[in-house]
């Protein structure tokens, strides 16, 4: 399977596909169609089809779509074929969210530890976690096994905290402190902006109400 050319826009929409499948799997669903697919999705058929084409051999003429291959073959390129350990660091309101959220364990993201720097949290548990201060935070990354570190915490700490995740040898960051990091090129950062859906909603609300008014 050719991953290489495959373009950023197919990828994002991946777990979409990926989400619906194991929907399908659940469901007891061997095989459907890309129109079928394409009704449950509301994408087109053809997006679909040409999504889908970029990793061949996933869909056979007058046959379909075979739902539990096309699950676990999406699911090796989202990388879930394997489980991945997590850290939080800032076990406020979002991070304790995040760490209490169990399907993130389901799709393959282990919270192993969480952290902060109020001393008031230290030692209570979350899901099984006690939070640790950050002082415990190079000795943890030395004997435990994490490739993901999410950034929950506020955005005026964010820039050091990441860096002495880097110097610690995490290669992967999720951050949603609101703050575009400098990290070295061999690290990866997803940011996530829930105002920015918020605001993508407005603006569609806006657009609907100002067309119904018409
Ligand atoms: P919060 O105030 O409840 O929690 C922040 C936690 O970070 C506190 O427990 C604090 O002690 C800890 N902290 C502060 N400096 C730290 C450091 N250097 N190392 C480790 N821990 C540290 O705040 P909340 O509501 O949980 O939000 C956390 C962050 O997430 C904020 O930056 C907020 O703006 C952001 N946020 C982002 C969203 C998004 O969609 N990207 C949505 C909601 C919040």
Known sequence: MDEKNISRAV???????????????EEGVERISSNELSSKMHVTASQIRQDLNNFGGFGQ????YNVPYLYTEIGK?????HMHHMIIIGAGNLGQALANYVQFEKRGFMVVGIFDINPVLKGISIRGNEIRMM???PEFLRT??????????PKSNAAETAKILVENGIKAIWNFAHLD????E????????LSES???LSYNLNRYVTEHKK
């Open 11 to 25: 990828i994002r929409r991946l777990p979409r596909y990926y989400r619906y499948l194991g929907e399908l799997l």
């Open 198 to 200: 918020l605001m993508r």
């Open 135 to 137: 002082n415990e935070l």
């Open 144 to 153: 435990n096994d994490v490739q993901i570190a999410a950034l929950t915490l």
């Open 186 to 193: 061999d690290v990866i950062v997803e940011n996530v902006h």
């Open 77 to 81: 390129i989202l990388g879930l074929d």
């Open 181 to 184: 990091l400098s990290v070295p």
């Open 61 to 64: 003429q007058g046959y379909g």
